[in-house]
């Protein structure tokens, strides 16, 4: 593969988005170590300018609700946190709503406007990790988890009390963690991470559902690039 081509990032960084999506639906190791070092090659669409407007929407009714749901709370909305490093890999990521509660416990919630998906778990899960040593580096106590929630919702219409009552799931209770972390996500998540940190440019696992959605296809050489049907006629 023809490293020289692609446009490295300025530093080697990750985000919980593409790391979850990495332990659940892409499960080449090179992509996540492309993604760690280069700019994706897909450029900015359309189609990525209607998804934020949508997401800034559904984000907006998910804060509105919460700060009524939880009146002790405060509710903070697209909350930028500080790089922090998982065994050798930087996480960067951007939690789209915030509640910090009187007794110092957080809750964390995302708001997805696409199906509902595993990996959504795994991100907001990474988030309340990157928190918990956030505050350990800089001496403040260990936040304890309220919840993990995520909002299911397209933005385009006003919400109801159903709406919510559908597609607002929420995790309570300090053990939502480990529901996320279950033991084999954990040792994937550390796995990943370790092949992600190595300098050498891992083997690819071409498949048609990992190249698919790969954002490097274009110039991976060992990129499944057409999902044709084979003709087996003789067979019958
Ligand atoms: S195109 Fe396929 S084989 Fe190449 S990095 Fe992406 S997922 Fe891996």
Redesign the pocket.
């Known amino acids: 593969m023809q490293l020289e081509k692609l446009k490295r990032k300025q530093n080697k960084v990750l985000g919980p988005s593409a790391l979850s999506g990495a332990l659940t639906e892409?499960s080449?190791n090179?992509?996540v170590w492309?993604l760690n070092r280069f700019k994706p090659e897909t450029k900015d669409s359309v189609f990525l300018e209607k998804w934020k407007l949508q997401h800034t929407s559904a984000l907006n009714n998910l804060t509105n609700f919460l700060g009524q749901k939880y009146p002790d709370a405060k509710v903070d909305s697209e909350v930028q946190l500080p790089t922090v490093e998982f065994h050798g890999v930087s996480l960067f990521g951007v939690i789209d709503c915030l509640l910090l509660f009187p007794d110092g416990s957080v809750a964390i919630f995302d708001a997805k406007t696409g199906a509902r998906k595993s990996k959504d778990w795994i991100q907001i899960g990474l988030y309340y990790l990157m928190q918990k040593a956030i505050n350990r580096s800089y001496g403040l106590p260990i936040p304890r988890l309220f919840s993990l929630g995520i909002f299911y919702d397209d933005g385009k219409f006003p919400p109801s009390k159903k709406t919510f009552e559908e597609n607002l799931l929420e995790l309570q209770g300090e053990n939502a963690i480990d529901e996320v972390f279950l033991d084999g996500t954990r040792k994937k998540l550390r796995e990943v991470l370790q092949v992600t940190a190595q300098d050498d440019l891992p083997d690819?696992?071409?498949s048609i559902g990992?190249?698919k959605y790969?954002k490097?296809?274009i110039s991976?050489p060992?990129?499944?690039k057409n999902d044709v049907a084979i003709v087996a006629n003789d067979l019958i």
């Open positions: 892409n080449c090179r992509q492309l690819p696992q071409p990992n190249c790969c490097f296809n991976c060992s990129a499944l």
